[in-house]
């Protein structure tokens, strides 16, 4: 989906899935640990930001996944062959509920090589219940973008940042 200059937005499972908003988002994004999306680069592409949209409350466990950037379909997916700059940790609120409505997100800037793929992998200490979509803001590489880095205090950016974000501890 297309949002601003060229900017786009990559999310699992993909936007009009589900039937409500709520069935659009899904528990295995939460609950369960391992690989949960994974989006293709048709050409080299820019990452700005990576998060979860909640959908139904997690349960009071410490949610966190790590999204990196493979680069080959059938490439390793491991924190020791990835560069740290094309990794990032997301990390919730420690052992608390995140509520329904809430996005947990982490800013960062990450390449996609044509061909590549940005993959989002769920860690082991997954809360027992809670929903869902998984999202990354994307551009194509080297575009110029206007507002994007919005919580750094950007062009965009609100002051007080709103009530339902919650960016990464991490």
């Given at each position: 989906?297309?949002?601003?200059?060229?900017?786009?937005?990559?999310?699992?499972?993909?936007?009009?899935?589900?039937?409500?908003?709520?069935?659009?988002?899904?528990?295995?994004?939460?609950?369960?640990?391992?690989?949960?999306?994974?989006?293709?680069a048709?050409?080299?592409?820019?990452?700005?930001?990576v998060?979860?949209?909640?959908?139904?409350?997690?349960?009071?466990?410490?949610?966190?996944?790590?999204?990196?950037?493979?680069?080959?379909?059938?490439?390793?997916?491991?924190?020791?062959?990835?560069?740290?700059?094309?990794?990032?940790?997301?990390?919730?609120?420690?052992?608390?509920?995140?509520?329904?409505?809430?996005?947990?997100?982490?800013f960062?800037?990450?390449?996609?090589?044509?061909?590549?793929?940005?993959?989002?992998?769920?860690?082991?200490?997954?809360?027992?219940?809670?929903?869902?979509?998984?999202?990354?803001?994307?551009?194509?590489?080297?575009?110029?973008?206007?507002?994007?880095?919005?919580?750094?205090?950007?062009?965009?950016?609100?002051?007080?940042?709103?009530?339902?974000?919650?960016?990464?501890?991490?």
């Amino acid at each position: 989906m297309a949002i601003d200059a060229g900017t786009t937005i990559w999310s699992s499972p993909a936007a009009g899935v589900g039937t409500t908003d709520a069935s659009a988002a899904i528990a295995g994004n939460v609950t369960s640990t391992g690989a949960k999306a994974s989006f293709l680069a048709a050409q080299p592409m820019d990452v700005y930001e990576v998060g979860a949209v909640i959908g139904t409350a997690t349960a009071a466990t410490t949610y966190n996944f790590e999204v990196a950037v493979e680069e080959k379909i059938g490439g390793t997916f491991s924190t020791t062959t990835i560069s740290p700059s094309n990794y990032a940790l997301v990390t919730g609120p420690a052992a608390t509920a995140i509520p329904a409505g809430s996005t947990l997100k982490k800013f960062v800037k990450m390449r996609v090589p044509k061909g590549g793929v940005l993959r989002f992998n769920v860690l082991a200490t997954a809360p027992a219940s809670g929903t869902a979509m998984l999202y990354a803001i994307v551009a194509p590489a080297g575009a110029p973008v206007i507002g994007i880095q919005a919580g750094s205090g950007g062009l965009g950016s609100q002051s007080p940042p709103a009530t339902n974000e919650i960016l990464s501890t991490t």
